[in-house]
């Protein structure tokens, strides 16, 4: 699989002074694949998301983009070439409408099909809202709607079930497995939600304490005696 | 502000016109952001109708005294109207522009009267070198947000005006005594008005109204531009935009830049105007005066900080009378913040927009 993989990290450290919050963590994600990252609070999900997505600079390791060196890129050079993230906190543009600001987006990343992502994420009735009148689910389809547009090859979700009710995050996740296999895009999910993980991901890696517990399909996963151990079994 | 749903939405002169759909709310799939013909062309037409009727306020007042004050206030008005864009589009409050405008009121000074230039090439001279000044200024402090930014540009502000009254620079600014604007000869002119003209409020007048009309217009223009609307993302959420493929330092330059380029057209209506040119033109005093002004007349609305300028101006002269110009000032300032948060064109705005739901309620009420 790894030979294939448009996203491949390898060793990727992060260090806030003396705490690793990301330790040689490493990762291969395939184009069509959507990629779990599960772990509990405070195992470095997020922070890898910021490692891999640019937002933090990488205290070691090395992200590669379709095989080429990205590590040193800045998050705007890999937004335009093939690498898009949403956030755990939605982030939008307020004031602008929902129109304006994915067609603003669509313009700087070349999407030549906004109105499947529109209707994907069933936004049609409040293109003309501004992001800030809508409700908070429709913000997050806005972010992720956002992430989704320009076909990068990359995307890296972080927790876009946090603030959703239950039955949202789920409509949320069937529709994320949906997306990543229709438009082939190789997506790296983290999730508080572990059942939805397990249900749609095609792989998941669990973090503890900012190294890998266990990588693999997830029927592997939740076989596994360490993750049962540490981290499944309490819920179990 | 919403626009009018529309099929054809594009100013991509080769994209061939397509039915209406009936206005529904799926995009096109091209793109629509940014300036659309028959927007500009409304926007035109008001502009020059503004043009057309400002150039008959000399008629209109009579007294040369308040002649004065609207001159006055157009010019500081043109220097808001770019403080007012800056802080609109990019949420950055400057208390610097002092630097741009006079920096480029000493351009138009020095030229004319060591350099021996026409007014019409030391006018340019000195608008080009105050937005190249605005270039420089702004790479260093663009990055800084909130109060950082205010510091920042006061600080080079007032640089400037230190550097301006140096005993070492006198021979060219004249320190603290200033310079007389003196033209090449006598019938020099600029832009057909003798210096004598241009000291006189009702015929320097026209030139203030074109500038400031004209600037306006230019400033709508790159508002609703696709530049523009990079401008308002990068102010609503910098982060988002650079995760969205944004570099966000360099639009945000240009921004400044264009701020700055209105400052230093007013420096150069102001050099021009009063002939004569001082210290006070870098001086902290108008650098609170046109923020001020910007404030007061409210920056939501992009004419609005004009309307505070020449408001300000009147006002000054009204509380100068009394001899608590200062006292005064304050108060009326404190009254606008706490109780006209948009300025006064944000209320004006906001009452006509209350006025709208109201008369359409009642509308409504009649017709059930």
Redesign the interface.
Known sequence: MSGSAVLEATGVTLRYGAVVAVDAVDIAVAPGVLHGVIGPNGAGKSSFMDALSGRRRLSAGKVLLGGEDITRKKVAWRRTHGMARSFQRTSVFNSMTVRTQLEMVARRNREEDLDSIIAAFALEAYLDQPCSAISYGLQRSVDIAMALIGKPHVVLLDEPGAGLSQEESVRMMDHIRALCTERDVAAVLVEHDVDGVFRVCDEITVLSLGKVLASGKPAEVRADPVVIEAYLGSQA | M?SV?TAVQTDDPTVVPKPDDGGR???D?R???GLQRRVVLRGLIVAAVVLVAGLFVPDLITSSYYMGVAADGVVLGIMAIGIGFLANRSGLISLGHTAFYGGSAYGLAIATTHWGWSPTSAALFAIVGGTLLAVAIGALVIRSTGFGFLMLTLAFGQALYAVSTLTSVRSVTGAFDGISVTYPSDSTTFLGLSQADLGQPDTFWPLAWICLVVVAFALWLVGRS?FG??L??IR??E??????????YLPRLGAFAISGACASIAGVLFALKASYVSPDVLGFQLAGDSLIATIVGGFTILIGPAIGAVLYIYAQGKFGDTGNLELYMGLALIVAVIFLPGGVTGWVVEQLRRLRTLTAGRKEARRS
Do not use: D, I, K, Q
């Open positions: 919403s749903p709310g799926m995009l799939s793109v629509s952001v696709r609307v990079t308002e993302a609503e959420n982060e988002r935009a650079r995760f969205s493929g944004y570099n966000t």
